[in-house]
């Protein structure tokens, strides 16, 4: 398994205050060893937004060692553009239609290969495609009932899943044809005097082969494979889910959440029927008293088996699961005969540390930073470099501004719809006791920084007030 960092490595954070906060890791050059040893550079927090940030998402740009424009979208109802590469932590803003609401989430499309649009879903429950090269509308779907929860990009941007807040529908469309493919049904949280309650379908992504997708809602996680559209994961965990990601290695596929009691499961996607599925708890959940500010809001898989994290308290985290990945995978141990008792009760003690040890590589935490004093976050958005390595010296430079107009048809079946048949596994807990560890220097930047921006938004918003004061006394 590789325990090399993402080359490239990008992290944004969206806040409750309208802050926006950017991470870079050292470059290295990709000849040199890597290792994991490097610390996120703190390079940017400013205010961007009047209100909070609901959504974050990073574009692919023509060169793939580079990353492309950040998207914010905020309770303000506008749209703002920062350029990573000019490090503009601002460079345009695109108002919404009025009647749209607030836009809740959104995806580039492609989201990996040059990315020429952008789908925004909004309260209203309207999905807005926009071109990227001057954020036109170009087309207006209708969307959900009850507003938009969830929005997912085909990796070749030819599709998009879209999942409702509050109607409870999953639903598939052509990106090229700007119609409807087909429309699913989640089942329903409750049913109350004949009213009936669907959770929202918080969270939805694809692999990043495009043959596989999951989304989540409540404490429900369904992973299904495209071409056939069997449900090859369907689970309820102990607590609600907020996030989850898909994972893909030489091992196979596996999907994290990111949960509200502050846990991490990790679950091996397989086509079994066997009903102990194998699972694994990366950090296991904390009391309930202090599960408001561990509790994980976002989680964003970057490349392999690592990912991006962030919680309550404002922490964002840099982890690498491979440990446990090569937990769940590892074959489980044999129960041993009576004549052996005696043996085993006698390797008891090394048993236990080497049980100790393998607890030690489930999660390894690569770093952590706190945003101010424990900012509220919103959401997050990362990128690295997918580029092969061997294949780094022959990438040639594109012209940025030859975009194409329209999105091409996907070449896969889209995914059948099927009625929900819910499986209750069971997960094979571990703890995992690592601290999480803060960079000093960081933080205190982080601070300062987050200060500023604060400072900076009420001197504006005062001036704000004194200019309208003036101009109804006149």
């Known amino acids: 398994m590789s325990t090399k960092l993402p080359r490239g490595l990008v992290v944004a954070a969206g806040t ?12 290295k050059d990709h000849d040199d060893k890597e290792d994991t040893s490097s610390k996120m550079e703190l390079t940017f927090a400013t205010g961007v937004h009047e209100g909070s940030i609901r959504s974050l998402t990073i574009a692919a740009s023509p060169q793939p060692d580079i990353p492309g424009s950040l998207l914010s979208c905020g309770y303000d109802e506008a749209l703002r553009t920062h350029d990573w590469k000019k490090r503009l932590t601002s460079s345009g803003e695109i108002r919404t239609p009025s009647d749209f609401g607030t836009p809740i989430c959104s995806s580039f499309a492609p989201p990996t290969q040059h990315s020429t649009h952008c789908i925004i879903g909004f309260t209203t429950g309207k999905i807005c495609i926009y071109k990227k090269r001057d954020w036109a509308v170009q087309h207006v779907l209708a969307g959900h009932e009850g507003g938009v929860a969830s929005i997912a990009v085909h990796p070749s941007g030819k599709l998009a899943l879209s999942g409702g807040n509050t109607d409870g529908k999953l639903k598939l469309w052509d990106l090229t044809k700007g119609r409807l493919s087909f429309v699913d049904k989640i089942k329903p949280a409750s049913a109350v005097r004949g009213r009936t309650k669907y959770d929202p379908i918080v969270s939805m992504t694809w692999s990043k082969d495009g043959q596989f997708y999951g989304l989540c809602h409540g404490p429900h996680i369904t992973v299904r494979e495209v071409a056939t559209g069997k449900e090859l994961l369907d689970v309820d965990l102990p607590s609600k889910i907020n996030e989850i990601g898909l994972m893909s290695g030489p091992e196979g596929l596996f999907v994290v959440a990111a949960c509200n009691d502050g846990s991490l499961p990790v679950l091996a996607v397989e086509d079994s029927d066997d009903e102990s599925r194998r699972a694994i708890m990366a950090i296991e959940p904390v009391d309930a008293l202090l599960a408001r500010e561990e509790r994980f809001k976002s989680i964003k898989v970057v490349k392999n088996y690592f990912i991006v994290t962030a919680n309550s308290a404002g922490v964002v985290s840099v982890m690498n699961l491979a440990g446990a990945i090569k937990m769940i995978m590892s074959d489980p141990p044999e129960d041993d005969d009576d004549d052996d008792s005696a043996a085993s009760n006698s390797e008891s003690d090394d048993d236990d540390e080497n049980e100790a040890d393998d607890m030690d590589l489930a999660v390894d935490i690569v770093h952590s930073t706190q945003l101010g004093s424990g900012a509220r976050i919103t959401c997050l958005a990362a990128w690295c470099d997918e580029t092969p390595d061997e294949e780094i010296d022959t990438i040639s430079d594109d012209n940025d501004d ?24 069971t997960l094979k807990r571990k703890h995992m006791g690592q601290d999480v560890t803060m960079d000093a220097a960081a933080v205190k930047k982080a601070r300062s920084l987050v200060a500023q921006a604060k400072s900076m938004k009420t001197k504006k918003d005062n001036k704000k007030k004194k ?7 006149d």
């Open 16 to 27: 409750y205050d309208g802050v926006l906060a950017g991470w870079e890791f050292p470059q």
């Open 467 to 473: 200019k309208k004061k003036t101009t109804s006394k």
């Open 402 to 425: 030859e975009e194409e107009e329209n999105v091409v048809v996907v070449e896969e079946e889209p995914p059948k719809a099927r009625v929900y048949e819910r499986v209750q596994d």
